[in-house]
């Protein structure tokens, strides 16, 4: 796959990279390390400069995340409540759960949605229960163009300042990304037996 992805940005250069980091949003297998980083190199070794990839990338990222915060809004709290009167017993879920989830978003969804931007994973998908929460685009945009911007300067000034050896910061951060997906289930199977064992509290 890298070399899909580094032949597409020799190729188109920005626009390139706008659309390979908004596939990656929209797609987050898609290694977004390898696009930044090479893009940072590229500037060394082409007429592209730090500016530009980082506007380019920027606003690919964005783009996607648009895209996934609309996806979310199609999957409201109304139409998710007609899943679990369908589902609920089956899913072990109650409509309280889904007002809880809801709740906590609209409370901490703006920094939720700020923090994750630096998560592997997480940092696209988390645009869809912003969506879900109906949180204000603006406000929704304001903070995912923060996270974004932050997270794009970094990796494409790493990529710049190393050069040739822009594949080495992809595997350092490659591993990065596992011990981030590790702790993210761990994280899940402690969430999922902690619900069950407060279920079986109340029954």
Not at 109 to 114: D, L, M, N, R, S
Not at 141 to 164: C, H, M, P
Request: net charge neutral.
């Amino acid at each position: 796959m890298e070399n899909w992805l580094t032949e597409i940005m020799n190729e188109y250069g920005y626009f390139g990279v706008f659309f390979l980091i908004a596939l990656e949003n929209i797609f987050p297998p898609i290694p977004s390390e390898v696009i930044l980083t090479f893009g940072g190199f590229m500037t060394v070794d082409s007429g592209l400069t730090i500016p530009g990839v980082v506007a380019a990338s920027t606003a690919g990222s964005v783009a996607g995340a648009i895209a996934l915060y609309f996806l979310g809004v199609q999957l409201d709290v109304e139409r998710l409540e007609k899943i679990i009167d369908r589902w609920g017993k089956v899913l072990r879920v109650k409509k309280e759960d889904l007002h809880r989830a809801d709740a906590w978003f609209d409370q901490y969804g703006p920094w939720t949605v700020f923090f994750c931007r630096f998560i592997p994973l997480i940092r696209s998908l988390i645009s869809i229960p912003a969506g879900m929460s109906n949180m204000n685009i603006w406000v929704f945009l304001g903070f995912t163009t923060a996270g974004t911007l932050i997270w794009n300067i970094v990796l494409i000034y790493l990529g710049a300042s190393v050069g040739d050896s822009w594949e080495t910061i992809v595997h350092r951060i490659e591993v990065y990304s596992n011990v981030v997906y590790v702790i993210l289930a761990v994280l899940f199977v402690a969430a999922v037996i902690y619900y069950l064992i407060k279920r079986r509290g109340r029954a």
